[in-house]
């Protein structure tokens, strides 16, 4: 394996350019997937790298189940420093799984939350609850998916905004953000260098949204003043894993990029321009990532078989 098992722990860093640009030069949907299956793999690499450093850090331990051979010099001579670096594997690796795993169970409370406050409401796709905190957000959930919207944050919005936020959470719902914005949220737990991935998702998610619902409604300028007018408003994000109309956030840069003209299309950038250049970068980061990983796990597949006996 050598120094390869290393790679993926750190390549994430080749990421951090495109997660700063995509958000300003990147139609909002193309941002989104980008940065969330770079994420997705490059997260799941350094995890494989870190199971690969536990194995050799764990045959190391006194009385661990493994096969005696699995502590053999051939297998540590695999990892440079291995005896520092196998031990330090295990701990982390667990915290990576205790966040990991934190993460998925909040978010299935959330839901479930999120569900239950709706119990005796009509079946419908938009949920309006009386309520004089103003707030709005999409809840996955397949046949049960709904709008949940109260009282309060209709009020303040006139008729032609009220369709610009239903339309923004129909996107949220059609586009499955809640997906995405969960991978995102479990790559960051597994490797702490892809945060600016998890806060740029979160960001382009919403801005997907604003576009599709300007889209629907015609007019870019209605639904930045609905963005605006909510944001006004005291807030108060009940379920703060699901996406929000206008929550706490970069509201502005949200308006004003609604009331400039609409993202290109284009489905890759250029190679010469920043962005371009820093897509690259991040692209062959992840395949490195990948490759790196998966000839450190053939190598030690290969070495461990070697060194167990028939």
Known sequence: MGVFVFLPLVLPLTAWPIARLAEHHLHPRLATR???VMGGVMASCSTLCLGLLMVVGTAQLP???LPDGWSDPEVREAVPYDEVVGKAAIPALLAVAVA???TLWRHRRTRR???RALAGLPTTKVAVL???TPYAYALPGGADERIVVTTALLRVLRPAERRALFAHERAHLAARHHRLLLVAQL???ANPFLRPLRTAVSYTTERWADEEAAREVGDRRTVARA?????LVPWDTRHPALAGFAAPGPVPRRVAALLGPPPATRTWPSAFTAVGVAAWTAAAGTAVSAMSSANSAVTLVFILH???PL
């Open 100 to 102: 990991c795993g934190g």
């Open 34 to 36: 980008l940065l969330t």
């Open 130 to 132: 009386p309520d004089d």
């Open 113 to 115: 939350r999120a569900h």
């Open 187 to 189: 790559a960051a737990r």
């Open 63 to 65: 009385g661990n189940p």
């Open 306 to 308: 070697t060194a167990t």
């Open 227 to 231: 963005i605006g007018r909510a944001a």
